[in-house]
């Protein structure tokens, strides 16, 4: 699926639920599918800098896609950070360089999109585009 | 007069706001208080009818703004009973205050002298005191704190010696909310012959301290944390070393007279007053003093060790939530976690629900290695919150608790 089609299936998903507490439930779900990373590579440089929790990302490239796991030890940021790998994992770098995040306004979280924000949502999205960008000069 | 919860909430326009569609509980008062009408209504008043720069114009507008400036270091003198007006320095905060004598004491340290701070303190705090210290070679010495948050002064009394120079601990703690004893931190620094500086800024809008019974040498607090704005607070400067201490910054209201040569500084509190004050903020903050003064210590001490005690007792009655800070002496703060849940889930879920708290490690990390945990949840009450709007919290952190567990 190209991430255009993973963020539709999501926005679809969402759509299902009436209030915020029925999404904040599903995400904490979703947070419990997420690939977790290798517990070797929960060091300092794989923190995200920004988060009041901690979220560690790692990323690899293998054919030519890029495939994120990560994991933290707040359990909404792990939902979010599950549903931004679910979009993001397994696609070449230069769709994920390319890809707009507007269906984050869409499932209802966009409370999380303010750079401020203590949950670092911004800084998440910010990290795994660079890790793209990395790739993408790799290829070259 | 009587206390009327109903009639002070009415004086803050914010709590009659909606946050998430709730009616706004507003538990972050240690991070910054709400503003009464009459505290906004003063910087409005300002603005509107007699802006001007003071102390040098010969103009009514200008002497009018310079009177009701100085009134207010008069009401602050008042409030705190300093001995002179002069003694209230205005500050643009608690944190520029400590600045100002840890920049003082540079020029009177020497390699061997030693500096005491608390194991409680905001870690900000520590940094002007390491960075003196790596300056003029003196030590920076610890009094550590027990398993209830409580400071150890067994272990204060053997820092002590005629090495000590200066003595800082907060007055409450912003992480636990525990009360320390400085009039006995004081009296045994005093023995030594060392000079105290107490951080006021969590106990200002609780008690009313008073500076020359507690024969303290420097005390500072900001305005925004008792119900006035931000960017203005307070350094009460004992006249003794206000004389003794340089002047911190250099620029227009320090001086006395200048020539290319020398220039000969004004006398305090101008001294310590380079450049054009925050006027609005000074006026406004003695605004927040007649308000709360209005109220009363008392009234607002016993409602909120209502809100305290009742709250206290409701939160433990939850399975797993444990509170940091259980020293007797506290004021209406509660650091909470609730087991297996991040204090960053429990504070998202409240805040969808209306309720503001703060998670985190409050700027106090070595409290939180101190409790091996990353942080706490913080619900810190002021004298117009409810016992309603404790319930509130209450339910909301058993909402929370079965979402994320």
């Known amino acids: 699926m190209t991430i255009k089609e993973i963020q539709e299936e999501l926005i679809d998903e969402f759509s299902m639920f009436d209030d915020w507490m029925e999404r904040y439930e599903y995400m904490i779900d979703l947070g419990k599918s997420l690939p977790l990373i ?30 994120f796991t990560a994991d ?31 269906f984050i306004d869409a499932i209802g979280l966009k409370e999380h999109l303010s750079p401020t924000r203590a949950n670092g949502l911004v800084s998440m999205i910010k990290q795994l585009k660079l890790y793209a960008v990395a790739y993408q000069a790799q290829l070259k | 007069m009587a206390f009327d919860i109903e009639k002070i909430r009415a004086d803050f326009p914010i709590l009659k706001r909606t946050v998430n569609t709730y009616p706004l509980v507003y538990l972050d008062n240690a991070a910054t208080s709400q503003k009464p009408q009459q505290v906004i209504d003063s910087i409005v008043g300002y603005y509107s009818n007699y802006n001007a720069n003071i102390h040098r114009g010969v103009h009514s507008l200008s002497q009018e703004a310079t009177d009701a400036y100085e009134m207010a270091r008069q009401k602050i003198q008042k409030h705190f009973n300093a001995a002179h007006a002069h003694e ?24 061997g002298d030693e500096i005491i701070v608390s194991a409680l303190e905001h870690h900000s705090n520590i940094v002007p005191w390491q960075m003196l210290c790596e300056k003029t070679g003196a030590q920076l010495k610890v009094i550590p704190m027990n398993e209830e948050g409580t400071l150890v002064m067994s272990a204060y009394k053997e820092l002590l010696s005629e090495r000590t120079k200066l003595v800082f601990v907060n007055h409450i703690s912003n992480a636990l909310g525990t009360i320390n004893p ?5 009296q045994l620094a005093h023995e030594v012959n060392a000079a105290v500086l107490i951080d006021g800024a969590q106990s200002c809008s609780h008690i009313k301290p008073d500076l020359q019974e507690l024969d303290v040498d420097f005390y500072v607090t900001s305005a925004h944390k008792m119900c006035g704005p931000t960017g203005i607070g307070m350094l009460y400067l004992k006249e003794e070393w206000g004389k003794k201490l340089p002047p911190y910054q250099g620029g227009g209201e320090m001086i006395a007279e200048v020539t290319f040569e020398k220039t000969t500084y004004a006398e305090m509190p ?23 003064n209005t109220i009363g210590f008392k009234a607002i001490e016993a409602h909120e060790n209502a809100l305290l005690n009742y ?23 509660i650091s909470f976690n609730i087991e297996g849940v991040h204090p960053y889930d429990m504070g998202t ?57």
């Open chain 1, 72 to 102: 933290s030890d707040a359990i909404i940021t792990k939902g979010i950070i599950a549903i931004l790998i679910r979009v993001f994992s397994n696609q070449p770098p230069e769709a994920i360089i390319n890809a707009d995040t507007d």
């Open chain 2, 182 to 186: 400085i009039e006995e931190i004081i």
């Open chain 2, 311 to 333: 709250a206290t007792e409701a939160l433990l009655a939850i399975e797993g939530l444990k509170i940091y800070g259980t020293g007797t002496a506290k004021t209406s703060v």
């Open chain 2, 88 to 111: 209230i320095i205005f500050t643009p905060g608690t944190t520029h205050g400590i600045n100002l004598i840890a920049n003082g004491f540079s020029s009177l340290l020497k390699k």
């Open chain 1, 38 to 67: 290798n517990p070797k590579e929960k060091t300092e440089d794989k923190l995200i800098k920004g988060c009041q929790s901690k979220v560690w990302l790692h990323s690899e490239l293998k054919n030519d896609k890029v495939v």
């Open chain 2, 270 to 292: 101008h001294k310590f007053e380079a450049g054009t004050p925050n006027i609005s903020g000074g006026i406004a903050f003695g605004a927040a003093i007649d308000y709360l």
């Open chain 2, 349 to 405: 879920i409240l805040d969808k629900l209306g309720i503001a708290v703060r998670t985190g490690h409050h700027c106090a990390q070595p409290i939180m290695e101190f409790y091996k945990i990353p942080g706490t949840v913080r619900a810190s009450f002021a004298f117009y919150n409810t016992l309603e709007e404790v319930d509130r919290l209450v339910a909301g952190v058993k909402k929370a608790k079965m979402m994320l567990s």
